[in-house]
């Protein structure tokens, strides 16, 4: 391969301005930015607030959980994912922060068939939908998404001791002393 120098400084200059459009674009989109956890919470962030708090209405239902989930249910539900959340090792974290990030950025949410405006935007079909398509797609990356996901806020919503009544677990075992007391003293 013949290569001159007028050839060399042209591919130079076209990497340069590749570089700068996909840094542009990077940091119109969000990416570039360091987030930090939202107000009250340890780890997750304003864009994984949104993102939870659109789909856990669709995914805790009223057919397959009973009781509505309100304002309060709603952010101890949060609460919870984020306790679940800072007991995951350092790299699941960080791939699940970057599961999130896709679902933040307007271009990728296009990308994953989410909807176009912003997660705080979405409403429950919107949601429902969104769910659906990863539940029936045909990549099993998205199914394993749509898995993870659903299983991640269903723990976290069965954790609370509020909602032990619902799926019938009495809750965590009575802890009995040790030595244990003598049956006739």
């Known amino acids: 391969m013949k290569t001159s120098r007028r050839g060399f400084l042209q591919l130079g200059a076209m990497g340069t301005a590749a570089l700068t459009l996909g840094s542009g674009a990077a940091m119109l989109t969000g990416c570039a930015k360091q987030q930090t956890p939202a107000e009250g919470f340890r780890t997750l962030r ?19 959980y009973p009781g509505a989930l309100g304002k309060d249910a709603r952010q101890r539900l949060l609460e919870a994912l984020d306790n679940t959340m800072t007991t995951l090792q350092g790299h699941a974290l960080q791939q699940l922060q970057m ?5 933040g950025s307007p271009v990728t949410r296009l990308a994953v068939g ?3 405006h912003p997660w705080q935007e979405a409403t429950i079909e919107e949601a429902e939908s969104f769910l659906v398509s ?3 797609s045909m990549l099993p990356i998205k199914r394993m998404g749509y898995a993870g996901l659903c299983k991640l806020v269903t723990i976290s919503w069965y954790s609370q001791p509020e909602n032990f009544p619902v799926s019938g677990y009495p809750g965590p075992p009575k802890k009995i002393p040790f030595p244990y007391p003598a049956a006739s003293e």
Do not use: N
């Open 46 to 64: 304003d864009i994984d607030v949104y993102f939870l708090g659109a789909l856990a209405p669709a995914i805790l239902t009223t057919k397959s």
């Open 134 to 136: 990863w539940r029936e």
């Open 114 to 116: 989410a909807p176009l």
């Open 99 to 103: 599961a999130f990030d896709l679902m």
